[in-house]
């Protein structure tokens, strides 16, 4: 079915060197493969006696249905006494993306009543919750509306108006605080992490705090952001409700995404921007930002096929990045994530792609099969799960990608407001015949039969009579669908495998005497110096002397002026931007008693903390604090500190102070900023708690604050 260099996908087998997994008499697996750095031997996986409630699959592939009933078992296994789903066998907690994004793949057709249950786990004040992340959760980490995407799924899965009305206020609830917390008005765009990539430093340059990530935009967020308001719109329509302005939110964003994330000489969008004062794109690859980009028609069609073609894919599946970060132990970095895959295989599906299809299909079933069970993931070298910082068994959204394959592959389910939809895939080799029985679609039972391989409906037929290969959401009792696929005609291009590459480390600048000066970086051929986040400079050696007023060592600018610099290697690939330097540092006005030299704030009416400040020039100003929020560590918690910024009595937007460290209330760093036009004089200011600058913690949202920072802009 499917044969590379280092592994084999047979219909009853997956061969690899020295290792097999096969098929077993009675449906169950055997691999020798070592999943741990000391396993030997032999290891089975067997069916349960027992039949579970969910469809039975039978086809020509007896590989492809013992992963599919590996699948439902470990689905099974994954469902906790309330009846909602765990993250996998090491986290037995429901996750906000986690479960989203299974239910997206696969589970709302197959278990809407668990993934709705789910889904309710993490609604706290009717509005979805981001789970303990980056600087204490949101808005550092923002891509908890994938909650969104996975509602609107269930309710085309059962009809059910009254999980519509009650999950279209959550969404729009959340999304109101998001919006003012979150969007920038000057490009229009999303700020915070990349979505599911939330170890910084395995997808961020080190010098990347807290508070730089959340000022990032990223791909896969905005995606998200994306796809939810077009999910609000259908929504609305669906309760006849008078609101237009979802769409236009969509057609707004995704033109903001593709205006400033397309890199035309690549083929595929960036990563994310990022930058304090003036954003670069990051020229990575992100699988499931571009995944994503063409399941949710962000990306137009000229573009999608473009991104089938361009996005590295390597031979044991696609990366989750790309290229790696050089140093980094594998979990996000350096690895391939089978939910990821899965989405990759969906929008290549989509597009009729039968060779990525194909791909996809290999990956997902040769990690499944060799380590019998839906691990998390695996080094995309090796395709082992050995050497991965983390990885548990039974993942959930691994569970929900594999039976993706099937429900969203093979058999092409697609739901839609008037019924569900089929247009299948199967890639040459995979099979001529597969059929679910028992298959319950909101008031009907069915047994749908897929012939023939292909990408093309060459027929179907219902109950035995001429039909398309749709059936409408009222149709009642017990069915039978049968779909003849054939061959398009024509040819995709191949995906495009690559090898591994590893990018240059990020160099550590410093400017002194005026000269801008860097350590050599191993695997650099040239250095590129960035100004205000453009590039400026080419230079082979790691210095650079910068310009300076006529007749004096004073640097000629007056204003605000950042410089960044990046090795670049002979292969082209760039390492992340160095962190900036600014020969003109930032102004500060102290706050606070001079006892103390801070002030300290949390949540409430009575926190106000007064500005008050002059500037001698008019212009276009960054201001920001310096402060401290020792309330918990970088990675734990949800105290991320939030308020709103007023200057002379005008709303100016939201200032984040995420966590730096726990009891770290001495560690003082730069907050987000606002840009904010001023002219010369004395202003005066708020910081204040608004009702949307609620944490996730939902009690604590302390910071000490020691000055206000501003900086001049050209």
């Not at 249905?65 to 006494?81: G, I, P, T, W």
């Not at 967020?221 to 309760?239: G, P, S, W």
């Amino acid at each position: 079915m499917f044969h590379s260099q280092k592994y084999d996908v047979y219909p009853d087998r997956v061969v690899e060197g020295a290792y097999t997994a096969s098929v077993t008499p009675g449906g169950g697996l055997q691999s020798n493969y070592p999943v741990s750095e000391n396993a030997t031997g032999d290891r089975t996986w067997s069916p349960a006696a027992e039949p579970n409630a969910f469809p039975r699959l039978t086809s020509d592939i007896p590989l492809g249905d013992a992963l599919y009933n590996l699948s439902l078992s470990e689905l099974q296994k994954d469902k906790r006494s309330d009846g909602a789903l765990s993250a996998g066998a090491q986290w037995p907690g429901v996750w906000t993306r986690d479960v989203s994004y299974s239910i997206f793949l696969s589970l709302a057709i197959i278990d809407p009543d668990a993934a709705r249950k789910s889904l309710l786990t993490k609604v706290r004040r009717d509005r979805i919750v981001q789970d303990t992340g980056t600087g204490g959760s949101w808005p550092v980490s923002s891509d908890r509306e994938c909650w969104a995407l996975a509602a609107w799924e269930i309710y085309l899965a059962t009809g059910d108006r009254g999980w519509l009305a009650q999950s279209y206020s959550i969404i729009r609830n959340s999304i109101a605080d998001d919006e003012a917390v979150a969007l920038d008005p000057n490009d229009g765009l999303m700020r915070g992490e990349t979505s599911f990539l939330d170890w910084r430093d395995q997808n961020h340059p080190r010098w990347m705090q807290p508070v730089d990530i959340y000022e990032s935009k990223s791909l896969s967020t905005n995606t998200i952001f994306y796809a939810v308001y077009r999910v609000l719109a259908a929504m609305a329509k669906e309760q006849n409700l008078a609101d237009t302005s979802w769409e236009q939110k969509a057609d707004h964003l995704g033109k903001a995404v593709n205006e400033n994330f397309w890199m035309p000489s690549k083929g595929f969008y960036g990563e994310y921007l990022y930058g304090p004062a003036w954003q670069t794109l990051s020229p990575r690859s992100d699988a499931l930002g571009q995944a994503l980009t063409m399941l949710t028609g962000l990306a137009p069609k000229t573009r999608q096929a473009s991104l089938l073609s361009s996005v590295p894919v390597m031979e044991y599946g696609i990366p989750t990045v790309y290229p790696q970060i050089p140093d980094m132990r594998p979990y996000h970095n350096r690895a391939v994530w089978p939910f990821v895959q899965a989405l990759w295989s969906m929008a290549a599906a989509d597009h009729q792609d039968e060779a990525a299809v194909a791909q996809g299909l290999a990956s997902v079933y040769r990690a499944s099969a060799l380590f019998l069970t839906n691990k998390e993931n695996f080094v995309v070298e090796t395709g082992s799960p050995v050497g991965t910082a983390i990885n548990s068994d039974r993942q959930l959204w691994s569970v929900a990608g594999n039976l993706a394959m099937t429900y969203r592959v093979l058999f092409g389910m697609r739901l839609e407001p008037l019924g569900l939809r089929f247009a299948p895939v199967v890639p040459a080799g995979w099979g001529q015949h597969r059929s679910l029985s028992g298959f319950h679609y909101r008031d009907a039972v069915l047994s749908i039969e897929i012939k023939g391989h292909g990408s093309h409906v060459k027929s179907t037929t219902l109950d035995g009579k001429p039909a398309e290969p749709f059936l409408a959401a009222d149709l009642k009792g017990a069915h039978s669908l049968v779909i003849e696929l054939e061959e398009q005609g024509t040819r995709m291009p191949q995906p495009r495998q690559v090898e591994g590459a590893i990018a240059p480390a990020t160099p550590t600048l410093q400017l002194s005497d005026g000269t801008l000066r860097w350590a050599p970086v191993e695997g650099a051929e040239h250095y590129q110096v960035y100004q205000n986040g453009r590039p400026w400079q080419r230079v082979a050696a790691g210095s650079l002397s910068l310009p300076v007023a006529s007749g004096s060592n004073e640097p000629a600018i007056k204003t605000r002026t950042d410089y960044q610099v990046t090795a670049v290697g002979s292969d082209g690939f760039a390492s992340f931007l160095s962190a900036p330097v600014q020969p003109i540092p930032s102004r500060k006005v102290k706050l606070g008693s001079s006892e103390l030299g801070y002030i300290s704030t949390d949540q409430g009416a009575t926190q106000d903390v007064p500005l008050s400040f002059d500037v001698d020039d008019s212009g276009k100003y960054l201001v920001a604090f310096e402060y401290a929020n020792g309330s918990d560590s970088i990675e734990d918690n949800s105290r991320c500190a939030l308020r709103t910024l007023y200057i002379d009595a005008a709303r100016v937007g939201p200032i984040v102070m995420p966590q730096r460290g726990k009891d770290a209330w001495t560690d003082f760093g730069r907050s987000s900023g606002q840009l904010v036009q001023l002219g010369p004089g004395h202003h005066t200011g708020v910081l204040r708690f608004e009702p949307e600058d609620l944490n996730m913690d939902g009690k604590t949202n302390a910071a000490r604050l020691r000055a206000i920072l501003l900086d001049r802009l050209p």
